[in-house]
């Protein structure tokens, strides 16, 4: 498993931005999976993003498309979720989650398929 500490949330207006950075420790090796979740309070934690670790595919919820980009940065062993045209309806605590995927397992959106999760980062975007 590897250790997971996310960082750079915060209060913004609609249509600001923000970015999130969650800092791995331990070795990732192929084939992890990086993936952001978020929970609104009352509802269930969904699928942000997610990157493969090598080779660096992608995969993004509709809802967030061409709003957020999800990169790493291979020498930091960090992963990043660049949010851009924040809505209110995109708070929420956002989570960093690791796991090795294998296949097409790596475009998996449930939580319950990541072992290692951050603590979270608050996020809130007012109206």
């Known amino acids: 498993q590897v250790q997971l500490v996310e960082s750079g949330g915060g209060l913004v207006q609609a249509g600001g931005s923000l970015r999130l950075s969650c800092a791995a420790s331990?070795?990732?090796?192929?084939?992890?999976?990086l993936a952001w979740f978020r929970q609104a309070p009352g509802q269930e934690r969904e699928f942000v993003a997610a990157?493969?670790?090598?080779?660096?595919?992608?995969n993004y919820r509709d809802s967030v498309k061409g709003r957020f980009t999800i990169s790493r940065d291979m020498t930091k062993n960090t992963v990043y979720l660049q949010m851009n045209s924040l809505k209110p309806e995109d708070t929420a605590v956002y989570y960093c989650?690791?796991?090795?995927?294998?296949?097409?397992?790596?475009?998996?959106?449930?939580?319950?398929?990541?072992?290692?999760w951050g603590q979270g980062t608050q996020v809130t975007v007012s109206s």
């Open positions: 989650a690791a796991e090795r995927l294998y296949g097409s397992n790596w475009l998996t959106t449930s939580q319950t398929d990541f072992g290692s």
């Open positions: 331990g070795r990732i090796l192929l084939p992890y999976v």
């Open positions: 990157i493969v670790w090598s080779g660096g595919r992608t």
